[in-house]
């Protein structure tokens, strides 16, 4: 199998930079749903690619600078009524030639990196194994861990370094591969079945020799997500059985079991959907279920559960997202606030929406359905305070755009990337704040490195 590399300039649309545009609402929300009132601002959008040759629906490269003052013209006063121009050159505020914007600060992520240039464009891709990526991992190495399934019942994983020039390990597995964990000094953790066979959660060594296999074979099990706990180096996994239990287990590093829970809900079709532990080895869970307990439209609820290390509950919360067909994920950021996100069908149509929750649980905004139409959100990714958003719109009947999107603490958009796929399904951060993210163009996987 080889990995082709290609070193492109990725279409970027930037959105909501503070010293901007303050034409633009802010979209969060309070609990209730209403619209929040304006606290940001956004940049003006203007189309300046002139390469007609991408494909996809992929969008143009935008100015945020659209409109801003002449260079000329601004500049501070002397006090005796004659105006000092700016210095030319990045930082004053002036998008001027060899530059691809200018904010006028020197903060990376919110739009306009230091170096006057667009935040979050693409650095790398590779083509993968196969049309049906599932999921990807930075390592502590920095490498990227990603699997996924080929179109019978096998699947594959591989490693490849954080700069795309090398694939350092490929596996062909018998068993699907959903979910992809790393363990250290090259370990692998892999879940495997999707829907096909007795889920399980195997461990790989460097070499992509099994040295250890776990699995749950019960009727209609699903294996929904699996993480390595970087406090003890022990291993969680979630399941869902039977359309409305879910199931957590937790293993030592050699693939004992310490401890499983599981919890049966009324609820119909009620299932974990993600996993994400902290760095204090706190879990949390997200699920879906219908709130009526039968599949009716506007009764699709998310809940969202913290719990320790040892499985005792901290706190619960549920949002009632309406529609049916819904999906939800969610992850901890860096000061224990908990960031969901999720799509549902609603009105004839898919949308999504965003939710923040401090540490205790208590709402801090919400972005609601009505800002968000035609997205899908299929993974939270933390950076520091903000969260990268990955996922797809529909932009036509039958047509589909990745989307990667990041977000600050409060909820304002800084920028939106959509690079040249249809669908983008997960992703996670390097430490420098960049995003690695795998999706699909046509009959083609995708991996990228997005910058920060």
Wanted: charged share 20%; with cysteine; glycine share 14%.
């Amino acid at each position: 199998m080889t990995l082709r590399l290609h070193l492109i300039s990725s279409p970027l649309i930037l959105a909501t930079a503070a010293c901007y545009n303050p034409s633009l609402p802010d979209m969060r929300a309070t609990d209730d749903g209403a619209a929040g009132t304006t606290e940001g601002a956004s940049a003006e959008l203007t189309d300046t690619n002139t390469d007609t040759g991408s494909s996809s629906g992929a969008s143009g490269l935008t100015d945020p600078m659209s409109g801003s003052a002449d260079a000329s013209s601004s500049g501070s006063s002397d006090g005796e009524g004659t105006t000092t121009p700016e210095e030319p050159g990045c930082g004053n505020g002036v998008v001027e030639q060899g530059e691809e914007c200018d904010d006028g600060d020197d903060v990376d992520g919110n739009g306009c990196n230091a170096g006057c240039v667009l935040s979050g464009a693409v650095q790398w891709e590779l083509s993968l194994p196969s049309e049906f990526p599932r999921d990807v991992q930075v390592t502590a190495e920095g490498d990227v861990l990603t699997g996924g399934r080929n179109l019978g019942v096998s699947g594959w994983f591989t490693r490849i370094a954080g700069d795309g020039d090398d694939e350092e390990l490929h596996v062909d597995v018998d068993s699907r591969v959903a979910l992809v964990a790393d363990l250290g000094g090259g370990s692998v953790l892999v879940g495997t079945a999707e829907g096909a066979g007795p889920d399980a959660v195997v461990r790989f060594s460097s070499e992509g020799e099994v040295e250890w296999s776990q699995e749950l074979d019960l009727i209609d099990s699903w294996i929904r997500d699996v993480k390595v706990d970087s406090v003890t180096g022990q291993v969680v996994a979630v399941y869902s059985v039977e359309q409305n239990q879910s199931w957590i287990r937790r293993f030592t590093i050699d693939g004992a079991l310490l401890w499983e829970f599981s919890e049966v809900s009324s609820a119909n079709r009620f299932y974990p959907v993600s996993l994400s532990i902290d760095a204090a080895g706190q879990m949390l869970v997200v699920s879906t279920g219908n709130v009526a307990g039968v599949q009716a439209s506007n009764d699709r609820k998310m809940t969202v559960t913290r719990s320790t290390p040892a499985g005792v509950e901290q706190w619960r919360a549920e949002y009632d997202a309406g529609g049916t067909g819904a999906y939800f994920v969610g992850s901890p950021t860096a000061s224990g606030d908990v960031v969901v996100a999720g799509r549902t069908y609603l009105d004839d149509q898919f949308v999504g929406w965003i939710r923040r929750y401090d540490s205790s649980g208590e709402v801090l905004w919400t972005i609601p359905h009505a800002e968000l139409p035609n997205l899908h959100f299929g993974e939270v990714v933390p950076v520091g305070d903000d969260v990268i958003l990955v996922g797809y719109e529909d932009v036509a009947e039958g047509e589909f755009q990745g989307i990667v999107r990041r977000y600050s603490e409060s909820g304002e958009l800084y920028w939106e990337q959509r690079p040249d796929t249809e669908y983008l399904i997960a992703g996670d951060a390097f430490d420098d704040g960049s995003v690695v993210v795998v999706g699909s163009l046509g009959d083609t996987g995708k991996i990228l490195r997005l910058g920060l």
